[in-house]
């Protein structure tokens, strides 16, 4: 049956259980599924796809997640779910029979090579929570505001659904539990939430508090109706010893070593700016021997870069030259590619790097649907890495 593609002009905070009911028959009735992380995998990605497997074992569907990241860098050391990484996947590789794709549904979240194995699969799937996507060319819905039946008001039954609403995709998934009536145990519950916190965290949505091993909303999540539902349900499923376990897993800063402390502390005085004043940013270049001793076993070290990013727009160092700037960015060396994180004041990074783009052929952006924080990368010798950092720099040009 030919499905119609839908945008929809409104937001939606629950999930029809026609769709639910969708996604879980196409699922049930697959051969096997191989569940996609999205490059730079992070723990919303990540617990997404352990939370779907743990559903498929229920349905007896064997599954399998492909993860781009190695897990020591996400900071999972005995992983207790069915994994490969995605190098192991070959050019020549075709899926068995289903693919899901997991909090993202742009084709330049994955590489080159894992959306042509995308591509081959005979079902495809897709649950998402970023506004935009590109890797279906039709059967896609995006969910923008709240929707009081969605069995009544959502028709259109699709592969890749997109709740643009929705603070996480592991809310997304639960809004799909809730659907089928599926009960949500403490395991899945804590993966759950562990997703939640990592990507509500970044924008104030949530307090975590490593020290004291809690997890509190804010005015900011309680004003949100859809985000505040989905953590009160899922809050109230764990233990103490799990909230503090995410608490301690997202608060990263509470939790720092002597060298990471260092680290942290060094990266203010590291800060340089436009010429404009509207960009600042930090470049650490690729063969920075502190940095590669640092990262070289390290998990959290994007994440500390992450909450500095955020500290810089938020002028917490009392620098009134931070005042005037409307992006933040990080360069650095990880896993043989030079790359860019960049977070800004605005919801403007999707026009910022599609300016980048045309003052650099082929900007390869690694990251998108979130309109103030997104990334990049190339590989290069250092003197090419200063080169493209300036030449990225020199685009502030664009908030003037």
Not at 38 to 53: F, G, K, P, V, Y
Not at 67 to 77: A, D, E, P, T
């Amino acid at each position: 049956m030919k499905i119609q593609p839908a945008t929809l002009n409104f937001k939606a905070n629950k999930m029809s259980k026609a769709q639910a009911c969708y996604f879980k028959d196409n699922l049930q009735s697959s051969k096997s599924v191989d569940i996609i992380c999205h490059e730079s995998t992070d723990r919303d990605s990540l617990n997404s796809a352990i939370a779907m497997q743990r559903y498929m074992d229920s349905l007896g569907v064997n599954s399998r997640i492909i993860i781009s990241q190695k897990l020591q860098k996400i900071g999972v050391i005995n992983p207790d779910f069915r994994y490969i990484q995605a190098n192991q996947i070959t050019p020549e590789d075709k899926p068995e029979d289903t693919v899901l794709c997991v909090d993202f549904s742009a084709k330049e979240r994955v590489s080159p090579v894992i959306l042509n194995y995308i591509q081959k699969a005979d079902n495809v799937l897709c649950i998402d929570h970023h506004d935009g996507t590109n890797l279906f060319e039709e059967n896609f819905v995006i969910l923008k505001k709240p929707v009081s039946n969605p069995d009544e008001e959502l028709k259109n039954i699709v592969p890749c659904y997109v709740d643009s609403t929705a603070k996480s995709a592991t809310s997304v998934i639960y809004r799909m539990f809730e659907a089928l009536d599926e009960p949500v145990d403490s395991n899945q519950a804590y993966s759950l939430m562990f997703g939640f916190a990592d990507d509500t965290a970044k924008k104030g949505y949530i307090k975590c508090d490593g020290k004291k091993g809690t997890i509190t909303p804010t005015d900011k999540l309680i004003q949100d109706k859809n985000a505040y539902e989905v953590f009160n349900d899922l809050i109230g499923k764990l233990s103490e010893e799990q909230i503090k376990k995410i608490a301690q897993a997202v608060d990263v800063k509470s939790t720092l070593t002597p060298l990471e402390e260092d680290f942290n502390n060094s990266l203010v005085n590291r800060i340089q700016f436009s010429e404009n004043g509207k960009i600042a940013y930090v470049e650490i270049p690729p063969d920075d021997c502190n940095w590669q001793e640092l990262n070289k076993k390290n998990s959290r070290t994007k994440a500390i870069m992450s909450h500095f990013r955020q500290d810089v727009l938020d002028n917490k160092f009392d620098d009134e030259r931070l005042n005037n700037v409307e992006l933040a960015l990080t360069f650095y060396e990880m896993e043989g590619n030079y790359r860019i994180s960049a977070h800004s004041k605005q919801p403007t990074l999707k026009e910022f790097f599609n300016y980048v783009d045309t003052k650099i052929p082929n900007f390869d952006e690694t990251t998108g649907g979130h309109e103030d924080r997104r990334g990049g990368k190339k590989s290069a010798d250092n003197l090419t890495c200063h080169q493209w950092v300036q030449a990225i720099v020199s685009c502030d040009d664009f908030y003037n």
